[in-house]
């Protein structure tokens, strides 16, 4: 690996050079099958695509680089990723949880523990010592945590969080999504996984669906995610792959104006009197912003959340009059999107009703903040 800055090397794309034709990006490599040799070895050390693909290879390695790990893979999607690590639990083994994360894989979890036999435990994350008393001096297998936590944007401590895994014997998995590695390398706060959903600020352009995860170190958990990855078949596809990593060439600049917009905004609305509150961890008024110093560098990510007066109707009516924002799920792209929770999960979110998530892209600041400003009439 080369001496240059992380920044450098993923906008080089890690000084990549195809040998055959001297081009400076990688090619696409669509083949499912590898040959082998007279004496039927593998002749390059692959021989088939559920197994091993050049082109993810690639993105792995530039995210591993992100990260600091040890090694990543490349998964179909963030919920294939999520999913291979509570696979490789066992039936019986405790795990604990957030009870606010991505909606999507919290339903998941509570679905699959039952069916899979997996003693979970959740916390609330706002409350100061809940993952402590949750995990209740007993042996764990797996903490799983995602900060900030989507959509309430809630701070949790990773280097608290690794400390308690780790003393119940658990593991601490970080769903890094929204920090980014450009943000936060939760390796380096003691995390032993981070996953991410690389179809938002990895990929930033809204046009692929794929997850990854990084271990801090290559053991025997690690060797069962990669034989749960390639028999269960969660992998990503070769144009997927050359996708994301053209995406990762830019995520630096990216996440960088995304969180720098998504501040300003923040701190425009912040005492906005249409607004009961302006949830973000960059703002000093957020409970988890003095954990966010901690552990986020060079922004607090580009993503926040409006409550706005007057309940569900009102934030529906609000983000009808917008113009710029644009209604739709995911986050983490370009271009910027606005999304009611509460209308997507349904009466038994714990959402709050008037919680309208804003996902703040590269467009220009100022026309951002017009647009809600109108919106909010
Ligand atoms: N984690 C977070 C924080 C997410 O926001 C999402 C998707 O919205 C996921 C995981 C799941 O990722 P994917 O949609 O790529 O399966």
Not at 38 to 67: I, K, Q, S, T, V
Not at 110 to 122: E, H, N, P, R, S
Not at 186 to 215: E, F, Q, R
Not at 272 to 282: A, C, Q, T
Request: charged residues 20%; glycine residues 10%; aromatic residues 8%.
């Amino acid at each position: 690996m080369s001496k240059s800055s992380i920044e450098s090397d993923i906008a080089q794309g890690l000084h990549f050079i195809d040998e055959a034709t001297g081009g400076v990006v990688p090619p696409i490599q669509p083949s499912t099958t590898f040959v082998r040799d007279a004496d039927y070895e593998l002749l390059r050390g692959r021989g088939y695509a559920r197994d091993h693909n050049p082109g993810f290879e690639h993105a792995e390695n530039m995210l591993c680089r992100m990260e600091g790990g040890a090694d990543a893979k490349l998964f179909a999607s963030g919920m294939a990723a999520a999913a291979t690590v509570f696979q490789s639990l066992a039936p019986g083994d405790r795990v604990v949880c957030p009870s606010v994360m991505y909606w999507g894989l919290r339903g998941w979890l509570v679905d699959f523990a039952k069916t899979w036999g997996l003693d979970l435990v959740q916390f609330d994350a706002t409350q100061d010592g809940a993952l402590e008393q949750a995990l209740d001096g007993r042996p764990a297998k797996l903490v799983w945590i995602e900060t900030p936590c989507n959509p309430t944007w809630d701070v949790i401590s990773i280097a608290e969080s690794a400390k308690l895994a780790h003393d119940a014997g658990a593991v601490l998995a970080v769903d890094s999504t929204v920090a980014t590695p450009v943000l936060t390398q939760p390796i380096v706060h003691g995390a032993d996984l981070v996953m991410h959903s690389a179809t938002k600020y990895l990929n930033g352009h809204g046009d692929v669906v794929s997850g990854a995860l990084v271990t801090a170190k290559e053991d025997a958990l690690w060797e069962r995610i990669g034989v749960l990855r390639g028999e269960g078949g969660a992998i990503a596809g070769s144009f997927d792959a050359y996708l994301l990593q053209r995406g990762m060439r830019t995520v630096f600049l990216r996440v960088r104006q995304s969180s720098a917009s998504a501040l300003a905004i923040a701190k425009h609305f912040e005492n906005d009197k249409r607004l009961e509150r302006v949830s973000y961890p960059g703002l000093e008024s957020h409970p988890g912003h003095a954990i966010a110093k901690t552990q986020m560098s060079g922004g607090f990510s580009g993503m926040l959340s409006f409550m706005v007066n007057g309940g569900a109707e009102a934030a529906l009516a609000f983000i009808r009059r917008l113009k710029l924002f644009i209604p739709a799920t995911s986050l983490g792209g370009v271009e910027s999107l606005v999304e009611h929770r509460y209308s997507i999960e349904g009466a038994d979110s714990p959402i709050p009703e008037n919680l309208v998530r804003l996902s703040v892209g590269i467009e220009r600041v100022e026309d951002l903040i017009a647009d809600l400003d109108q919106a909010l009439g």
